[in-house]
């Protein structure tokens, strides 16, 4: 368990960087993920070959896996469209209704008694994001994106954790992502058509981003995170990952001087969301600790 602990905390960290990338590349949201996606999916084939960690499976059960990794894709889909539409620091901070939406649709799609104090943990963090959100009008677009992403991700997470259950990490990763790739290419036609982007290969400076954001905040950080999950619950994961807002609000504040557009209530909101994490973080460890005893 403190292995999967660490493992978990290190994926979030560099998931603190995406929100970073996303601004910095200059491509839409259709063709950063795109990219983001073909760039992984080569590395994760030829590590896994390489390794002969990836074992083959059949139409049958590549098609949960492929549905799941869809899922994914549209979370990254409206994440960066949230960050494009708004700022950096608007899109990660609606990321942290993730633990709300777990908490709230695990038990139903699971089938288990609501955990009525992590539905309180998340009023906590609910509670921070209204504080550090003023419902802006020039904002309003770029929250609804962010929500709707946040949505993704925790479904993301909740069907993750049964496929673990059957599968090995390496598998599961490169499955989802293969046939997001996949079912992305084939929609990216009409994707392009109302959100037009020119055909072009990325310049120099992007494809750095990319190659930097398949690499380490893609394949290292999907890895920790698939490891993570064998000894973790889903809302403690969506949960602990309510502090990737804090690594890249600190990030946007020093490249983008975002600081400028916010008040004290951010930081009083920013605080609130960490402390759900703590106190969560500290249950899992007393239960832990009681479990042993």
């Known amino acids: 368990m403190k292995k999967a602990l660490i493992q978990l905390h290190l994926s979030v960290f560099l998931a603190g960087f995406t929100g970073i990338l996303g601004k910095l590349i200059t491509l839409n949201e259709g063709m950063l993920v795109w990219y983001r996606l073909l760039f992984t999916v080569i590395t994760l084939y030829v590590i896994f070959r390489w390794r002969k960690m990836l074992s083959k499976l059949s139409f049958k059960q590549i098609v949960p896996i492929g549905l799941t990794g869809m899922v994914v894709v549209l979370h990254w889909l409206f994440f960066y469209a949230s960050i494009k539409y708004s700022n950096v620091s608007i899109g990660v901070v609606c990321f942290a209704l993730t633990s709300l939406f777990t908490a709230a649709l695990d038990p139903l ?6 955990d009525k104090i992590e539905l309180l943990l998340s009023g906590i963090t609910l509670c921070g994001i209204f504080l550090i959100f003023h419902f802006d009008v020039q904002y309003r677009t770029g929250i609804i994106l962010g929500v709707i992403s946040a949505l993704f991700a925790a479904l993301f997470t909740i069907f993750n954790k049964r496929l673990i259950a059957k599968y090995d990490t390496p598998t599961i990763t490169f499955y989802e992502l293969s046939v997001g790739w ?12 109302f959100f037009p982007q020119p055909l072009s290969l990325p310049s120099v400076t992007d494809l750095s981003y990319l190659l930097i954001l ?18 973790i619950s889903p809302f403690t994961v969506n949960l602990t990952f309510n502090l990737e807002p804090v690594y890249s609000i600190v990030m946007a504040f020093i490249l983008f001087h975002e600081n400028r557009e916010l008040t004290y209530a951010f930081y009083i909101g920013l605080a609130c969301i960490v402390l759900s994490v703590v106190l969560q973080m500290t249950r899992v460890t007393r239960n832990i600790r009681q479990s042993h005893a």
């Open 109 to 114: 799609i699971n089938r288990y008694r609501v």
């Open 182 to 193: 996949v079912g992305l290419t084939l929609i990216m036609p009409v994707y392009l058509y």
């Open 214 to 231: 398949a690499w380490a905040c893609t394949v290292c950080m999907y890895m920790l995170l698939m490891n993570a999950l064998t000894k």
